[in-house]
Each structure stands twice: as C-alpha cells, then as structure tokens.
C-alpha cells in the first residue's frame, strides 16, 4: 500500500488506533505499525498516545468531544435563576429581553419561564386606584401616629373626621392590554391595573 492511496482520516487513525489497544499493543509499538504503513500520513506519536489511553480508560466513541460553545440544552438551575431574577425585577419583561441578556434563545427562555417556574403572561385586573408600597408604608405609619394621639378618645375624634383625596387627571392614552401583561405563577390572582379614560386636560379633583 503507498502513502498516497492510504492516507485515513483522524476519526480512522483512532479507529486502528482503538483496534491496536483491544489487541494489547503499546502506543510505541501501534505508533511504530502505523509509520511502517501509512508513512508521512501516519498520525503523530503524541496523538496515539493519548488516543491509546482514552481507549485504556474505557473510552468507545472516536468521534470528537462537542467543541465549547453555547450548550445545546441550556435549562439549568442557574438559568432558571437568572430568569426568575428578571422577571420578579420587571414582571412586564419580554421575551425577547432576557433572551438578549442572557444569550440564549428566545423559545428556550419561553420553555424555562412556562415549564420549571411555572409561570404564564395575563392581563392587568383593573382597580380605581393603586397604592404604591412608599404609599402603603406612609399610610400605616400615619395611621399609628393617629392611633396613639388620640388614646381613649377614638369613637368622639372619628364622629368628626372628614376624609379627602385629591389627584391630579393628566391627558394621556390608556395603556393597552398588551401593554399591561405580566409575568405571574399559575394560579396566583391577576396583577392589578389603574383605571384610566382619556383626557382632554389636566385638572384637580378632590373628593371628600
């Protein structure tokens, strides 16, 4: 056989290379058989030493270990970290959006957020007004100062107590429900969403 009509390729030098190893022979003595056959396209020394010994510790395939780059299955525990990160960040996040940040495809991201966290995209639920937590805490804290002024006196001081709120109604175009979707758990109650109308002008109401 020449060296011109016998030149192999990698995966066939590992495949006689396998084959020397089952028969007992040495990475010397199989390097040493393939120069005397294949000549100038025998595979270095080097290389057969260290195929000889992958197929020492067990190894069977002779085809190449997948080269690093984004993993083919990339719904891990930390990906799914990630992803429940942004999403309690910014329930109203697309997609596309953690896709982008965490460079991975936007059907995986999709896969992840309906599957392991169990999560789907509805609707804002509409209520007259929402609280911010500042609101919420300033509130409370409000309520307690009330509470410890007037002591025993409680029933006479709210026989006289007027209630008033006032805001402010700005001209802007309500938000679309598509807009307004976000990201919740299966079976929690849906987020809630401020009532609004267009209009014309901006004007102060107090309501007592």
């Not at 409370?140 to 002024?149: A, C, P, V």
């Not at 109604?169 to 849906?190: A, I, L, N």
Request: aromatic share 8%.
């Amino acid at each position: 056989m020449s060296a011109e009509s016998s030149n192999l390729s990698n995966i066939e030098h590992r495949a006689v290379i396998k084959y020397f190893v089952k028969k007992g022979k040495t990475p010397k003595e199989i390097f040493e058989d393939m120069v005397s056959v294949l000549q100038e396209s025998a595979p270095s020394y080097t290389m057969v030493k260290k195929w000889a010994r992958l197929f020492q510790q067990g190894r069977e395939s002779c085809e190449d270990d997948p080269r690093p780059g984004r993993p083919v299955m990339v719904v891990t525990e930390e990906n799914v970290r990630k992803i429940e990160k942004l999403v309690l960040a910014d329930q109203r996040i697309k997609l596309w959006q953690i896709a982008e940040e965490l460079q991975i495809s936007k059907e995986r991201v999709g896969e992840i957020i309906h599957e392991p966290m169990n999560m789907r995209k509805i609707n804002a639920r509409w209520v007259p007004k929402m609280l911010t937590p500042f609101d919420k805490q300033r509130r409370l804290q409000t309520s307690k100062d009330f509470l410890e002024l007037v002591g025993n006196n409680i029933d006479k001081i709210c026989d006289r107590i007027v209630t008033v709120d006032e805001t402010w109604v700005r001209q802007y175009d309500p938000e679309s429900k598509q807009e307004s979707m976000q990201w919740t758990k299966k079976g929690e109650r849906p987020p809630k969403k401020f009532k609004v109308q267009k209009s014309a002008s901006k004007l102060m109401a107090t309501i007592f």
